[in-house]
């Protein structure tokens, strides 16, 4: 962990959020500022800079698994809903801690796929 990443903190329990599901080695929480009516975050607890940087396919696919079972949970599945991973500036990461975004809860723009 870093000591000075957001997303450390918030895994160590240091910030206050919203926790929507937890394992030992993902917290999922409600994004602060969300682009969507259900904005989450899945953030894995080790961290990693940017996805280029974590190799362990087990948890990358944990992080998947855990965004199917939080868009259930959530209800989003019902409609359908987006997974996003912005990697490097230029892919528009902003926090430098991988994460995955779930949302959906409303229509989402077309052309990402």
């Given at each position: 962990?870093?000591?000075?990443c957001i ?6 329990k ?8 937890e394992t030992?080695?993902?917290i999922?929480i409600e994004d602060?500022h ?5 904005h ?13 940087d ?13 965004a199917?079972?939080v868009?259930r949970k959530t ?26 975004h779930?949302m959906g ?8 796929g």
């Amino acid at each position: 962990m870093s000591n000075d990443c957001i997303f450390c903190k918030i895994a160590k329990k240091e910030l206050p959020s919203t926790i929507v599901e937890e394992t030992d080695d993902i917290i999922v929480i409600e994004d602060l500022h969300p682009q969507a009516p259900t904005h989450l975050l899945v953030i894995p607890k080790a961290h990693y800079s940017t996805l280029l940087d974590c190799e362990d396919e087990a948890l990358l696919g944990a992080m998947l698994a855990m965004a199917n079972k939080v868009a259930r949970k959530t209800g989003i599945d019902a409609d359908g809903f987006r997974v996003i991973t912005n990697v490097k500036e230029g892919g528009g990461q902003v926090v430098f801690h991988i994460h995955m975004h779930v949302m959906g809860g409303r229509p989402l723009k077309e052309g990402m796929g």
